[in-house]
């Protein structure tokens, strides 16, 4: 199995410790988003949180395939990164899922590329 162009994204982040090159391979990526009801078309998603790898946060968990989250018995839903974190709440955190681990961006990260105006 050959790496996503996001995981691939995160590996490089990290050799270079530069959380920025996620950013535009996060916003064009497509996701399944776990969701706490179907979301109809046009309609903010019913957030489904969890709790963060960050003890006493919460956080989204998403993957680029649906077949990864198939074992989780709630909901789906289709978004890009971009719309993902257009409307996720402020605060809260992101969990994205491979077949063979995950990577996470935690509040800090999240609210630097707000500040940055980048999404």
Same mark, same amino acid.
């Given at each position: 199995?050959?790496? $996503? !162009?996001? *995981?691939?994204?995160?590996?490089?982040?990290? /050799? #270079?410790?530069?959380?920025? %090159?996620?950013?535009?391979?996060?916003?064009?990526?497509?996701?399944?988003?776990?969701?706490?009801?179907?979301?109809?078309?046009?309609?903010?998603?019913?957030?489904?949180?969890?709790? $963060? !790898?960050? *003890?006493?946060?919460?956080?989204?968990?998403? /993957? #680029?395939?649906?077949?990864? %989250?198939?074992?989780?018995?709630?909901?789906?839903?289709?978004?890009?990164?971009?719309?993902?974190?257009?409307?996720?709440?402020?605060?809260?955190?992101?969990?994205?899922?491979?077949?063979?681990?995950?990577?996470?961006?935690?509040?800090?990260?999240?609210?630097?590329?707000?500040?940055?105006?980048?999404?």
């Amino acid at each position: 199995m050959s790496a $996503s !162009p996001l *995981k691939l994204a995160f590996q490089q982040s990290r /050799s #270079e410790r530069n959380i920025d %090159l996620v950013l535009p391979v996060l916003k064009a990526a497509m996701l399944y988003v776990v969701v706490g009801s179907e979301t109809q078309p046009g309609r903010k998603p019913e957030w489904y949180f969890t709790p $963060s !790898p960050t *003890k006493g946060r919460l956080c989204v968990t998403v /993957s #680029e395939s649906e077949a990864t %989250l198939a074992k989780i018995k709630c909901p789906k839903t289709k978004l890009t990164g971009a719309e993902l974190l257009s409307l996720l709440p402020p605060g809260i955190e992101i969990v994205i899922l491979y077949g063979d681990g995950g990577d996470y961006i935690n509040r800090e990260q999240l609210e630097w590329y707000r500040r940055a105006g980048t999404h």
